[in-house]
């Protein structure tokens, strides 16, 4: 089955500086690609999303690239603030099921 | 906006009993799941449903779970002799056909202790 890994487990950056989480994955059936945002204790909210047919796309400080003959994919938080303090995960849906399958996740800090 | 509910937020239970998670997806949606997550694990897939029926479902979802649509609004997950090792947050989640085709929503969760 498609196995995920993501990179960094933890992330600390200052207020302001640039995020950068990447994951890969090994199933190149593999066609869509988000990300979710989770808070202590709250529910894993999507952030952005990107499928197969597209290499970049961005929303304000967010952004993702994905690179499909590499099989890698990484979010990107420019200018991060505190409220970007989170757990972020990748996740990948393979083409023919609809089942989302985790990254292990990464802790953002972010310090003011 | 619309939103999945779940009920509990929080179910503590004693080893070996039967608990039920309950889960009101978005109205107009037609795919539904249960994903879990352990403290500090990652979300883990449990179970979809699509149409009435399982449409897949991982290892970690045996003879002891369950799931069930009894109306047109519930959908619930049964663990029918819970373990320790089932302590977790139960998210479920569900999607549409239209507009946003593979965006899967999720609930709040329900904390699920087995003591």
């Known amino acids: 089955g498609e196995n995920v890994e993501q990179h960094p487990s933890t992330l600390s950056v200052q207020e302001g500086d640039s995020a950068v989480i990447k994951c890969t994955y090994s199933?190149?059936?593999?066609?869509?690609f988000p990300w979710y945002k989770q808070e202590l204790g709250k529910r894993p909210q999507l952030i952005i999303d990107?499928?197969?047919?597209?290499g970049e796309k961005k929303d304000q400080r967010i952004a993702v690239t994905l690179n499909k003959t590499a099989k890698h994919f990484s979010l990107h938080i420019t200018e991060t603030q505190p409220e970007d303090s989170a757990v972020y995960f990748c996740a990948v849906i393979v083409e023919y099921g609809n089942k989302l399958v985790f990254g292990a996740g990464t802790i953002l800090r972010v310090k003011s | 906006e619309p939103e999945v509910t779940q009920t509990p937020s929080h179910q503590v239970t004693q080893m070996g009993q039967e608990v039920i998670l309950r889960c009101v997806p978005i109205?107009?949606?037609?795919?539904f799941y249960w994903y879990r997550q352990i403290l500090g694990q990652k979300v883990e897939f449990l179970v979809s449903?699509?149409?009435?029926?399982?449409?897949?479902k991982s290892e970690i979802f045996d003879d002891q779970f369950s799931v069930e649509r009894p109306d047109g609004s519930n959908f619930t997950l049964k663990i029918r002799s819970t373990k320790l090792e089932d302590s977790a947050m139960y998210f479920c989640a569900s999607k549409g056909l239209v507009a946003s085709p593979n965006i899967q929503y999720f609930g709040a969760g329900t904390r699920l202790s087995v003591l």
């Open positions: 199933d190149s059936a593999s066609n869509y």
């Open positions: 990107i499928r197969s047919n597209v």
């Open positions: 449903f699509y149409n009435n029926e399982i449409s897949e």
């Open positions: 109205s107009n949606h037609l795919y």
